[in-house]
């Protein structure tokens, strides 16, 4: 048996699922509690168990889930295998799960919690629906959805805090899978909230109603930014954006050529914190003239050669970082191996040391040079990705924006 499960298994990311799911069930949890086994054939096999997990080997995979030694992965899966085993429970209510650090297991205990009807778990399962990663927001939803589908979502809402925007996030997502109006939540005074009521909008009437009488600028807003996304009328959505006094959110130093490249390359798809006045200002205003990187990257080489400067063959940001991508691109020059940087998104240069030489070429052949001073103006209430971080990015970054 075991060779068999092998072959159906035989390397990390070549398992035969199918297979797997046809197997002799007390083999795969044999194999899934074998230690000796490598942790990702444990982990298929157990995956491979789903509804139909041998009586008699439930003990020896609970120990599995309880040994803080095992690999997270292989207790992560059994977990999910057993979620609905309720002599789990008092060992998962049990404080001593907060302090286990394995990667994964705090978010697969809370998600077990929810699926055996633990109520208590609802404020932190709430905390894990505003978890900026997918697959922690996903176990968190999936726990409150169980928590509702057995006492109801008004037995939820009843356990969570309203005084937290993680409550509230969650308490809009129950309410609308009820079949609830969310439209109030567009006022509300935290971004993430108001952003996820939004997402939720599905009647443009209804939205077009609320606009005459919302409460607040950023509800108005919200409501407008949902409108657009459910019609695709941006003659509409500017008009209204007219009536609304055209606000956006003003950034000392950010002058209008920087403006304009920055909110149209980040505002559609910037963090859902992001100031709503930033998302409808990259709907309804122009964007910049398109850029054209080559021809960019010629004139710039042709500058520097005629400079003296000896520039080297411009590679992507990606590739000058052994990975990933961006908006810029990079020239090497000279014996030091010095760089200078050439924006995608518009006529913008730079580099590390603001080497005069390099500046008055480029700036000669009709490029901008963005120094330190302008350089480290923080772009306010846009969040933007970058590196786990979701913080407000300076303008050297958005312009210059790498990740990998």
């Known amino acids: 048996m075991a060779k068999t499960i092998k072959k159906l298994s035989p390397e990390a990311g070549r398992t035969d699922t199918e297979g797997l799911r046809a197997f002799d069930a007390d083999a795969l949890a044999k194999c899934a509690a074998d230690a000796v086994q490598p942790w990702w054939r444990r982990r298929a096999c157990a995956q491979a168990?789903?509804?139909r997990v041998p009586e008699r080997?439930?003990?020896?995979?609970?120990a599995c889930i309880?040994?803080?030694?095992?690999?997270?992965?292989v207790r992560i899966a059994l977990l999910g295998l057993l979620a609905d085993r309720?002599?789990?429970l008092p060992w998962l209510r049990h404080e001593d799960r907060q302090q286990d650090g394995a990667y994964g297991m705090a978010e697969a205990v809370l998600g077990a919690r929810g699926a055996l009807g633990d109520l208590t778990a609802a404020?932190?399962?709430a905390t894990l629906t505003s978890n900026p990663w997918r697959h922690r927001r996903e176990t968190g939803e999936?726990?409150?959805?169980?928590?509702?589908?057995?006492?109801?979502?008004?037995?939820?809402?009843?356990e969570l805090d309203g005084a937290r925007p993680e409550d509230r996030s969650a308490g809009v997502r129950l309410r609308h899978h009820a079949g609830e109006d969310v439209t109030d939540a567009l006022a509300d005074p935290d971004r993430a909230v108001a952003y996820r009521a939004q997402e939720f909008q599905t009647d443009?009437?209804?939205?077009?109603?609320?606009?005459?009488?919302?409460?607040?600028e950023e509800a108005k807003l919200w409501a407008l930014y949902a409108l657009h996304r459910l019609t695709d009328d941006t003659a509409e959505t500017r008009r209204r954006y007219e009536e609304l006094g055209r606000p956006r959110v003003e950034v000392a130093g950010l002058d209008e050529e920087l403006r304009a490249a920055i909110v149209h390359e980040y505002g559609q798809w910037a963090e859902e914190r992001t100031d709503p006045r930033w998302r409808i200002?990259?709907?309804?205003?122009?964007?910049?003239p398109a850029s054209d990187p080559a021809e960019q990257l010629q004139r710039a080489m042709a500058a520097l050669s005629a400079a003296g400067l000896a520039p080297k063959p411009p590679v992507s940001c990606g590739e000058d970082n052994g990975q990933g991508d961006g908006t810029y691109h990079v020239i090497g020059y000279g014996p030091s191996g010095s760089k200078v940087f050439i924006s995608t998104l518009g006529r913008f240069a730079t580099d590390h040391d603001d080497d005069p030489d390099v500046r008055r070429a480029l700036e000669s052949a009709g490029f901008r040079w963005i120094d330190h001073a302008v350089g480290s103006i923080q772009v306010t209430d846009l969040g933007v990705y970058y590196f786990g971080s979701r913080d407000p990015l300076d303008v050297h970054t958005l312009l210059f924006y790498w990740q990998d």
Not at 57 to 62: A, E, G, K
Not at 281 to 288: D, G
């Open 66 to 73: 309880q040994d803080t030694g095992d690999v997270s992965e």
């Open 142 to 158: 999936e726990g409150l959805d169980a928590l509702a589908a057995r006492y109801g979502f008004e037995a939820v809402l009843a």
């Open 49 to 51: 168990l789903a509804g």
């Open 86 to 88: 309720p002599e789990l």
């Open 57 to 62: 080997r439930v003990p020896r995979l609970i």
């Open 123 to 125: 404020g932190a399962l």
């Open 281 to 288: 200002e990259a709907v309804c205003t122009q964007p910049p």
């Open 204 to 216: 443009p009437e209804r939205l077009r109603g609320y606009l005459a009488g919302a409460p607040t």
